[in-house]
């Protein structure tokens, strides 16, 4: 997919309206975040677009592990 992108016309992206290119980060974003919904039919057009630029998709049971929440950091030992 990213091969593909060296030979964009970003001039393009230049005629969008910041609204769709805002929505299009948010898409892009929460698919990061769960891959499995490219196998959606709400998402079945993204998925295509994926496999057009020959890209790859994750298996639809394959969703990514929850990261850890960070540890609270530890206060320094005071002092004698």
């Not at 959606?40 to 850890?68: L, M, N, R």
């Amino acid at each position: 997919v990213f091969e593909s992108l060296r030979h964009f016309d970003y001039s393009v992206l230049s005629a969008m309206d910041p609204e769709q290119v805002k929505a299009l980060e948010a898409l892009v974003a929460k698919v990061k975040e769960d891959p499995t919904l490219v196998h959606t039919p709400e998402f079945v057009f993204f998925k295509d677009f994926i496999h057009s630029w020959g890209g790859k998709v994750p298996p639809a049971g394959s969703k990514p592990a929850p990261k850890p929440a960070p540890e609270p950091a530890k206060a320094a030992p005071e002092p004698p």
